[in-house]
T-cell receptor
Framework: AQSVTQLDSQVPVFEEAPVELRCNYS??????LFWYVQYPNQGLQLLLK??????LVKGINGFEAEFNKSQTSFHLRKPSVHISDTAEYFC????????????FGTGTRLTIIP | DAGVIQSPRHEVTEMGQEVTLRCKPI?????LFWYRQTMMRGLELLIY????????DSGMPEDRFSAKMPNASFSTLKIQPSEPRDSAVYFC????????????FGSGTRLTVV
């Protein structure tokens, strides 16, 4: 079974500053990794995913994430945030063995300070 | 494609009443998931289907909850009788196979039981 840890429940950042949202996972098998974003009063939307290959993955809205197998991490980054990035961000994992379930982290609320 | 469609968007009901939430998945997706989201418990997987067959309902809180998928384009989540602690946002998601593709979420149904 897999698990996902998002250490930061809330992250306040000034507008135009860089941000990193941390995600660590635990699994006994190889995994696929995902980041989802949830804007207020909306469903979750896929931001980016890592399946294989290059460990740096680029997503929508200028976000990127880096897969680090040795540290079992998949941290999300953006070099310069905007007010519109205010949302909750969820990291998720599934195993490559055909398990169709995603295991979600508890989420990180990103607040952009003008 | 219109995405995953959930109805109603908001539901307010009195304790003891029956509540039915509806979901239309993306055409061609063979997995359907029901989630519940609350501040206290985050995202909880309630049940999921593969090709209209329930695969794992271990997350269904109790016998008051039931879910059906009579065909590939429709699913319902029913609560009978409803209780105030059932107040939450209920999400439906569909997928071609979550391990590789991730999920597409609906906009959710906000249920308030008074």
């Amino acid at each position: 079974a897999q698990s996902v840890t998002q250490l930061d429940s809330q992250v306040p950042v000034f507008e135009e500053a860089p941000v990193e949202l941390r995600c660590n996972y635990s699994s006994s098998v190889s995994v696929y990794l995902f980041w989802y974003v949830q804007y207020p009063n909306q469903g979750l939307q896929l931001l980016l995913k890592y399946l294989s290959g290059s460990t740096l993955v680029k997503g929508i809205n200028g976000f990127e994430a880096e897969f680090n197998k040795s540290q079992t991490s998949f941290h999300l980054r953006k070099p310069s945030v905007h007010i519109s990035d205010t949302a909750e961000y969820f990291c998720a994992v599934s195993d490559q063995g055909g398990n169709e379930k995603l295991t979600f982290g508890t989420g990180t609320r990103l607040t952009i300070i003008p | 494609d219109a995405g995953v469609i959930q109805s109603p968007r908001h539901e307010v009901t009195e304790m003891g009443q029956e509540v039915t939430l509806r979901c239309k998945p993306i055409s061609g997706h063979d997995y359907l998931f029901w989630y519940r989201q609350t501040m206290m418990r985050g995202l909880e997987l309630l049940i999921y289907f593969n090709n209209n067959v329930p695969i794992d309902d271990s997350g269904m809180p109790e016998d008051r909850f039931s879910a059906k998928m009579p065909n590939a384009s429709f699913s319902t989540l029913k609560i009978q009788p409803s209780e105030p602690r059932d107040s939450a946002v209920y999400f439906c998601a569909s997928s071609l196979g979550a391990g590789l593709y991730g999920y597409t979420f609906g906009s959710g149904t906000r249920l308030t039981v008074v």
